[in-house]
């Protein structure tokens, strides 16, 4: 008896061990592939646009004293819209090998095709560039949508319209992937943005934004415009869709001033979100449900995500306060399109939707507003006598993002010096001259916790219990072989299954 004790215990931290230390990290990089199942819904009159001056406090400019760079060189750098991705030429390699580069605020790796794919038109041919070196160290990634792995390897970088100056980087030349390049895409490649503790292997990869700060001498901070609100349905080839300011803020590409709130933490960009309104309607959810796993700030993430519960809620807030009660429920799980006739306007159908950020006053909040034409997204391979259209919003089970639905309405400022983000109305979130977004505040956030971020363990912690737990093992496993080696009874030590697996995939 006491061996199959002891055997269940060995098996039970085996089992514990293997989930940790064999665990994923996953980004949240999700981009629209474009394949839907249609529905016509109901009828609908005139369109109604509500729009709300702003104000706030906040600095709004980056000086450069150096020079290295002009943000006015960088405006209309990126292509691309919220369903293919946001995407800026790079030079990669001596000579120069020129690729479209997803734009990726949700992770820190920076990865090429380095090989054929069916999906892409050209890749980084390392053989070419006599400045690649190749580190030899293995490294993959594992977004909610896709994956890659490949090798890693240090070469020289340019951007035609970005900082003045060529940049020596950490680069992962992607040899194998499933499901992460798609149909339609047209960049070969992604640009992680984000801080150097999600960079894979380890966070001693220095990313890419690191070393422009470090080799330029540029200030710590980047802004991104995202424009392609619309252009799903567009027939227009790779029209300018949006700008990346390396090293501060254009002020002609927002209206009115920023807004600040905090970055909780330094891995993504995490900040915390207070509550939500449906309309004039707030959820009355505890603040804490919205920040469950975290919340963070994701151009890689094409719809706003939310964790599941703040999800049911939303989607019974809009069905309960709108003339939609039977609208069908493929709609709102993402497996059917909307459509109406094409002389049609279903906006009025819907509420505006707002997010409360803590201000960096912790006492303030403030509101991001988004209106309809944001959230319900026209989708172009329709059929042609009908306008569809997709709910901009999903599920999630690994925390809030907000990602490209609500980034669109906003010019988007990553503060990294000051540890802040900024938000401030976006120049081009216009349709038909009404603005599609809103900022208001501040308002008083003494109704809410002090500390609405929800808890959740970091790779370093992971880290350490998984080879605290590999020491474990490892003493248990020895007396077990002291104890096989002794004469005793067989008996049925019975199955470990898939069951007995603590954690399989973990999804920060």
């Given at each position: 008896m006491a061996n199959i004790a002891l055997f269940s215990i060995w098996a039970f931290v085996f089992s514990l061990n293997f989930g940790a230390t064999y665990c994923y990290f996953s980004i949240p990089l999700k981009i629209y592939p474009g394949k839907y199942n249609f529905t016509t819904e109901a009828n609908l009159s005139s369109d109604r646009v509500v729009a709300l001056k702003s104000d706030g406090e906040g600095l709004s400019l980056a000086?450069?004293?150096?020079?290295?760079?002009?943000?006015?060189?960088?405006?209309?750098?990126?292509?691309?819209?919220?369903?293919?991705?946001?995407?800026?030429?790079?030079?990669?390699?001596?000579?120069?090998?020129?690729?479209?580069?997803?734009?990726?605020?949700?992770?820190?790796?920076?990865?090429?095709?380095?090989?054929?794919?069916p999906f892409i038109t050209s890749y980084f041919n390392t053989a070419l560039s006599s400045t690649f070196q190749?580190?030899?160290?293995?490294?993959?990634?594992?977004?909610?949508q896709g994956n890659w792995e490949g090798v890693l390897g240090t070469d020289l970088v340019s951007l035609p319209k970005g900082p003045n100056g060529t940049i020596a980087i950490n680069i992962a030349a992607i040899q194998l992937s499933d499901s992460f390049f798609l149909p339609g895409i047209d960049w070969q490649g992604i640009l992680g943005l984000a801080y150097p503790m999600l960079a894979r292997p380890d966070s001693s990869v220095e990313p890419f934004f690191n070393s422009v700060v470090n080799q330029l001498g540029i200030p710590n901070m980047f802004s991104l415009?995202?424009?392609?609100?619309?252009?799903?349905?567009?027939?227009?080839?790779?029209?300018?869709?949006?700008?990346?300011?390396?090293?501060?803020?254009?002020?002609t590409l927002y209206r009115g001033s920023i807004w600040y709130t905090p970055i909780?933490?330094?891995?993504?960009?995490?900040?915390?979100?207070?509550?939500?309104?449906?309309?004039?309607?707030?959820?009355?959810?505890?603040?804490?449900?919205?920040?469950?796993?975290?919340?963070?700030?994701?151009s890689g993430t094409t719809l706003l995500r939310l964790p599941i519960n703040v999800f049911n809620a939303v989607v019974e807030t809009i069905?309960?306060?709108?003339?939609?009660?039977?609208?069908?429920?493929?709609?709102?799980?993402?497996?059917?399109?909307?459509?109406w006739k094409k002389d049609e306007n279903p906006m009025e159908l819907f509420p505006k939707l707002s997010i409360y950020l803590r201000a960096t006053n912790a006492s303030q909040s403030f509101r991001i507003t988004i209106l309809p034409q944001l959230y319900i997204q026209p989708i172009v391979d329709a059929e042609n006598n009908l306008g569809c259209f997709r709910f901009g919003m999903s599920p999630s089970s690994s925390g809030l993002v907000i990602g490209a639905t609500v980034m669109e309405g906003f010019y988007v400022v990553f503060d990294r010096s000051q540890k802040k983000l900024g938000f401030a109305l976006s120049s081009c979130a216009v349709?038909?001259?009404?603005?599609?977004?809103?900022?208001?505040?501040?308002?008083?956030?003494?109704?809410?916790?002090?500390?609405?971020?929800?808890?959740?363990?970091?790779?370093?912690?992971?880290?350490?219990?998984?080879?605290?737990?590999?020491?474990?093992?490892?003493?248990?496993?020895?007396?077990?072989?002291?104890?096989?080696?002794?004469?005793?009874?067989?008996r049925d030590r019975g199955e470990i299954t898939d069951e007995s697996s603590l954690v399989r995939h973990r999804i920060k």
């Amino acid at each position: 008896m006491a061996n199959i004790a002891l055997f269940s215990i060995w098996a039970f931290v085996f089992s514990l061990n293997f989930g940790a230390t064999y665990c994923y990290f996953s980004i949240p990089l999700k981009i629209y592939p474009g394949k839907y199942n249609f529905t016509t819904e109901a009828n609908l009159s005139s369109d109604r646009v509500v729009a709300l001056k702003s104000d706030g406090e906040g600095l709004s400019l980056a000086s450069d004293p150096s020079g290295t760079v002009n943000f006015l060189d960088m405006v209309n750098n990126l292509q691309g819209d919220s369903g293919r991705g946001y995407y800026i030429e790079m030079s990669i390699g001596t000579p120069g090998q020129k690729l479209n580069i997803l734009v990726d605020t949700g992770s820190s790796n920076f990865a090429v095709a380095a090989a054929p794919h069916p999906f892409i038109t050209s890749y980084f041919n390392t053989a070419l560039s006599s400045t690649f070196q190749s580190t030899g160290r293995s490294v993959g990634v594992r977004y909610t949508q896709g994956n890659w792995e490949g090798v890693l390897g240090t070469d020289l970088v340019s951007l035609p319209k970005g900082p003045n100056g060529t940049i020596a980087i950490n680069i992962a030349a992607i040899q194998l992937s499933d499901s992460f390049f798609l149909p339609g895409i047209d960049w070969q490649g992604i640009l992680g943005l984000a801080y150097p503790m999600l960079a894979r292997p380890d966070s001693s990869v220095e990313p890419f934004f690191n070393s422009v700060v470090n080799q330029l001498g540029i200030p710590n901070m980047f802004s991104l415009q995202m424009c392609g609100a619309g252009l799903s349905d567009s027939s227009a080839v790779n029209p300018p869709a949006g700008s990346l300011i390396m090293g501060g803020a254009e002020p002609t590409l927002y209206r009115g001033s920023i807004w600040y709130t905090p970055i909780v933490e330094e891995w993504y960009y995490q900040v915390e979100v207070l509550k939500l309104e449906v309309g004039d309607q707030s959820l009355n959810l505890d603040c804490k449900e919205y920040n469950v796993d975290k919340a963070i700030v994701d151009s890689g993430t094409t719809l706003l995500r939310l964790p599941i519960n703040v999800f049911n809620a939303v989607v019974e807030t809009i069905t309960r306060s709108s003339q939609i009660e039977n609208f069908s429920s493929g709609f709102w799980d993402g497996t059917k399109l909307a459509c109406w006739k094409k002389d049609e306007n279903p906006m009025e159908l819907f509420p505006k939707l707002s997010i409360y950020l803590r201000a960096t006053n912790a006492s303030q909040s403030f509101r991001i507003t988004i209106l309809p034409q944001l959230y319900i997204q026209p989708i172009v391979d329709a059929e042609n006598n009908l306008g569809c259209f997709r709910f901009g919003m999903s599920p999630s089970s690994s925390g809030l993002v907000i990602g490209a639905t609500v980034m669109e309405g906003f010019y988007v400022v990553f503060d990294r010096s000051q540890k802040k983000l900024g938000f401030a109305l976006s120049s081009c979130a216009v349709s038909d001259g009404k603005p599609l977004s809103e900022i208001a505040g501040p308002f008083s956030a003494a109704d809410v916790a002090a500390d609405c971020s929800g808890g959740v363990l970091k790779e370093p912690v992971l880290w350490m219990i998984s080879y605290a737990l590999v020491a474990v093992c490892a003493l248990i496993l020895i007396g077990l072989l002291l104890l096989l080696l002794l004469p005793c009874r067989h008996r049925d030590r019975g199955e470990i299954t898939d069951e007995s697996s603590l954690v399989r995939h973990r999804i920060k």
